[in-house]
Protein backbone atom coordinates (compact mmCIF):
# COMPACT_ATOMS: atom_id res chain seq x y z
CA UNK A 1 0.00 0.00 0.00
CA UNK A 2 1.44 3.68 -1.08
CA UNK A 3 0.72 6.75 0.15
CA UNK A 4 -0.60 9.45 -2.19
CA UNK A 5 2.57 12.20 -2.22
CA UNK A 6 0.06 14.84 -2.72
CA UNK A 7 -3.69 15.18 -1.53
CA UNK A 8 -5.84 18.04 -2.46
CA UNK A 9 -7.70 18.37 0.89
CA UNK A 10 -10.00 20.59 2.04
CA UNK A 11 -9.26 22.06 5.64
CA UNK A 12 -12.01 24.09 7.84
CA UNK A 13 -11.63 25.09 11.52
CA UNK A 14 -15.51 23.92 12.37
CA UNK A 15 -15.33 27.32 15.31
CA UNK A 16 -15.10 29.50 12.07
CA UNK A 17 -18.19 27.52 9.93
CA UNK A 18 -17.65 25.19 7.13
CA UNK A 19 -17.87 27.20 4.06
CA UNK A 20 -20.20 24.68 2.68
CA UNK A 21 -23.92 23.87 2.13
CA UNK A 22 -24.08 21.18 4.10
CA UNK A 23 -21.55 20.70 7.35
CA UNK A 24 -19.30 17.35 6.16
CA UNK A 25 -19.40 15.73 10.18
CA UNK A 26 -22.11 13.62 9.69
CA UNK A 27 -21.41 12.64 6.43
CA UNK A 28 -17.89 11.28 7.42
CA UNK A 29 -19.11 9.43 10.21
CA UNK A 30 -21.82 7.47 8.63
CA UNK A 31 -23.59 5.88 7.93
CA UNK A 32 -24.74 5.48 11.67
CA UNK A 33 -27.28 3.18 13.30
CA UNK A 34 -30.26 5.20 14.40
CA UNK A 35 -31.29 5.46 18.24
CA UNK A 36 -35.19 4.56 17.86
CA UNK A 37 -36.18 5.45 21.24
CA UNK A 38 -39.39 5.16 22.97
CA UNK A 39 -39.95 6.34 26.48
CA UNK A 40 -42.44 7.67 28.40
CA UNK A 41 -42.94 9.86 31.33
CA UNK A 42 -44.52 10.08 34.87
CA UNK A 43 -48.14 10.60 33.48
CA UNK A 44 -47.82 7.50 30.93
CA UNK A 45 -47.88 9.93 28.17
CA UNK A 46 -45.58 7.90 25.23
CA UNK A 47 -42.50 9.02 23.56
CA UNK A 48 -40.86 7.73 20.44
CA UNK A 49 -37.92 9.52 18.73
CA UNK A 50 -35.68 8.72 16.69
CA UNK A 51 -31.39 10.03 17.60
CA UNK A 52 -28.82 10.17 14.98
CA UNK A 53 -26.43 10.14 17.22
CA UNK A 54 -26.16 7.06 18.96
CA UNK A 55 -24.13 3.93 19.13
CA UNK A 56 -22.87 1.04 21.67
CA UNK A 57 -20.09 1.87 24.48
CA UNK A 58 -19.52 -1.87 26.55
CA UNK A 59 -19.98 -5.30 25.98
CA UNK A 60 -20.39 -6.32 29.55
CA UNK A 61 -22.80 -5.28 30.73
CA UNK A 62 -23.91 -4.38 27.58
CA UNK A 63 -24.34 -0.60 27.37
CA UNK A 64 -25.80 1.67 24.77
CA UNK A 65 -26.02 5.73 24.85
CA UNK A 66 -27.52 8.36 22.50
CA UNK A 67 -27.21 12.37 22.24
CA UNK A 68 -29.69 14.38 22.81
CA UNK A 69 -28.88 18.24 21.20
CA UNK A 70 -31.28 20.28 23.64
CA UNK A 71 -33.45 19.17 25.98
CA UNK A 72 -36.52 17.40 24.53
CA UNK A 73 -39.11 14.90 25.67
CA UNK A 74 -36.91 11.90 25.43
CA UNK A 75 -34.46 13.38 27.65
CA UNK A 76 -36.89 14.59 30.15
CA UNK A 77 -38.67 11.10 30.39
CA UNK A 78 -35.69 9.18 30.52
CA UNK A 79 -34.64 11.50 33.62
CA UNK A 80 -38.15 11.05 35.32
CA UNK A 81 -38.28 7.19 34.81
CA UNK A 82 -34.73 5.88 34.38
CA UNK A 83 -36.09 3.84 31.52
CA UNK A 84 -35.86 3.83 27.66
CA UNK A 85 -36.09 1.18 24.86
CA UNK A 86 -33.88 1.40 21.68
CA UNK A 87 -36.05 0.06 18.37
CA UNK A 88 -34.51 -1.20 15.80
CA UNK A 89 -35.53 0.71 11.83
CA UNK A 90 -35.76 -1.33 9.44
CA UNK A 91 -36.58 -0.42 5.51
CA UNK A 92 -40.43 -1.00 5.95
CA UNK A 93 -40.32 0.97 9.30
CA UNK A 94 -38.42 4.21 7.80
CA UNK A 95 -41.62 6.43 7.09
CA UNK A 96 -42.84 5.83 10.41
CA UNK A 97 -39.33 6.88 11.81
CA UNK A 98 -39.15 9.55 9.57
CA UNK A 99 -42.76 10.79 11.24
CA UNK A 100 -41.83 10.22 14.48
CA UNK A 101 -38.63 13.08 13.62
CA UNK A 102 -41.78 15.41 13.69
CA UNK A 103 -41.06 18.02 16.48
CA UNK A 104 -44.23 17.44 18.56
CA UNK A 105 -45.58 19.13 22.06
CA UNK A 106 -45.11 16.42 24.74
CA UNK A 107 -48.70 15.47 25.01
CA UNK A 108 -48.60 13.72 21.74
CA UNK A 109 -48.06 10.01 21.24
CA UNK A 110 -45.64 9.61 18.89
CA UNK A 111 -46.92 5.88 18.25
CA UNK A 112 -50.16 7.00 17.44
CA UNK A 113 -49.16 9.46 15.25
CA UNK A 114 -47.12 6.92 12.75
CA UNK A 115 -49.20 4.38 13.25
CA UNK A 116 -47.18 1.82 15.59
CA UNK A 117 -48.00 -0.67 18.08
CA UNK A 118 -46.98 0.08 21.91
CA UNK A 119 -46.19 -3.85 22.80
CA UNK A 120 -45.06 -4.30 26.58
CA UNK A 121 -41.82 -4.43 27.54
CA UNK A 122 -40.16 -7.85 29.66
CA UNK A 123 -38.12 -6.07 32.28
CA UNK A 124 -39.04 -2.13 32.14
CA UNK A 125 -42.32 -0.45 32.71
CA UNK A 126 -41.76 1.49 29.15
CA UNK A 127 -43.65 -0.15 25.90
CA UNK A 128 -41.32 -0.71 23.07
CA UNK A 129 -42.46 -0.99 18.98
CA UNK A 130 -44.18 -4.43 18.33
CA UNK A 131 -43.35 -3.82 14.78
CA UNK A 132 -39.42 -3.68 15.07
CA UNK A 133 -37.68 -6.84 14.51
CA UNK A 134 -34.89 -5.91 17.37
CA UNK A 135 -35.18 -3.91 20.81
CA UNK A 136 -33.24 -3.34 23.73
CA UNK A 137 -35.12 -2.53 27.08
CA UNK A 138 -32.53 -0.42 28.97
CA UNK A 139 -32.25 1.24 32.51
CA UNK A 140 -30.61 4.25 32.63
CA UNK A 141 -27.02 4.49 34.20
CA UNK A 142 -25.45 8.00 33.66
CA UNK A 143 -26.57 11.30 32.04
CA UNK A 144 -23.70 12.96 30.96
CA UNK A 145 -23.58 16.96 29.52
CA UNK A 146 -20.51 17.32 27.22
CA UNK A 147 -18.68 20.62 27.04
CA UNK A 148 -16.04 21.96 25.05
CA UNK A 149 -12.02 21.72 25.39
CA UNK A 150 -12.29 24.55 26.79
CA UNK A 151 -14.35 23.65 29.56
CA UNK A 152 -17.79 25.53 28.35
CA UNK A 153 -21.27 23.36 28.62
CA UNK A 154 -22.90 22.45 25.46
CA UNK A 155 -26.65 22.10 25.43
CA UNK A 156 -26.11 18.44 24.58
CA UNK A 157 -26.29 15.35 27.35
CA UNK A 158 -25.69 11.91 26.35
CA UNK A 159 -28.04 9.08 27.65
CA UNK A 160 -26.19 6.10 28.72
CA UNK A 161 -28.65 2.90 29.13
CA UNK A 162 -27.65 -0.67 30.58
CA UNK A 163 -29.40 -3.02 28.11
CA UNK A 164 -31.39 -5.14 30.59
CA UNK A 165 -33.67 -7.31 28.22
CA UNK A 166 -32.82 -7.80 24.24
CA UNK A 167 -35.99 -8.90 21.60
CA UNK A 168 -35.07 -10.39 18.60
CA UNK A 169 -37.39 -11.82 15.37
CA UNK A 170 -36.01 -15.27 15.13
CA UNK A 171 -36.31 -15.41 11.21
CA UNK A 172 -33.52 -12.77 12.06
CA UNK A 173 -31.30 -15.45 13.23
CA UNK A 174 -29.13 -18.31 11.66
CA UNK A 175 -27.87 -20.85 13.47
CA UNK A 176 -27.77 -18.90 16.17
CA UNK A 177 -25.75 -16.08 14.49
CA UNK A 178 -27.71 -12.57 13.87
CA UNK A 179 -28.21 -11.59 10.03
CA UNK A 180 -27.68 -8.32 9.85
CA UNK A 181 -28.32 -7.74 6.24
CA UNK A 182 -31.39 -9.98 6.72
CA UNK A 183 -32.33 -7.01 8.77
CA UNK A 184 -32.37 -4.34 6.38
CA UNK A 185 -31.63 -1.76 9.18
CA UNK A 186 -31.53 1.88 8.08
CA UNK A 187 -28.89 3.88 8.43
CA UNK A 188 -28.37 7.48 8.80
CA UNK A 189 -26.36 8.86 5.67
CA UNK A 190 -24.39 12.80 6.14
CA UNK A 191 -27.06 15.01 3.79
CA UNK A 192 -29.67 16.68 5.09
CA UNK A 193 -32.11 13.75 4.44
CA UNK A 194 -29.94 11.11 3.47
CA UNK A 195 -30.21 7.32 4.49
CA UNK A 196 -28.77 3.65 3.82
CA UNK A 197 -29.06 0.39 3.71
CA UNK A 198 -27.17 -2.21 3.88
CA UNK A 199 -27.07 -6.50 1.91
CA UNK A 200 -25.19 -9.30 1.69
CA UNK A 201 -23.64 -7.91 -1.39
CA UNK A 202 -21.45 -5.53 0.19
CA UNK A 203 -20.14 -7.99 2.95
CA UNK A 204 -17.18 -8.88 3.71
CA UNK A 205 -15.50 -10.64 6.24
CA UNK A 206 -12.10 -9.80 8.41
CA UNK A 207 -11.13 -11.96 11.56
CA UNK A 208 -8.54 -10.49 14.11
CA UNK A 209 -5.25 -11.37 14.17
CA UNK A 210 -3.81 -13.38 16.52
CA UNK A 211 -0.85 -12.70 19.24
CA UNK A 212 1.91 -13.73 16.69
CA UNK A 213 0.60 -11.46 14.01
CA UNK A 214 -1.72 -14.03 11.86
CA UNK A 215 -4.91 -14.55 10.92
CA UNK A 216 -6.92 -15.90 13.56
CA UNK A 217 -10.11 -18.20 13.42
CA UNK A 218 -13.82 -16.71 13.87
Not at 5 to 31: K, Q
Not at 73 to 83: H, I, K, P, S
Not at 203 to 217: A, E, N, T, V
Request: proline residues 8%; aromatic residues 10%.
Amino acid sequence: MTVQAERDYYFYEPASGTGLPHSPFNAIIAPRPIGWISSRNVDGVLNLAPYSFFTAFHYTPPIIGFASNGSKDTLANVEATGQFCWNLVTRELAEAMNVTSAAAPPEVDEFALAGLTPAPSRIIDTPHVAESQAVFECRATQIVTLHTATGTLTDTRVVFGEVVGVHIDRGLLAEGIYQTALADPVLRGGGPGTYFTLDEHHRFDMFRPGPDGRRSSP
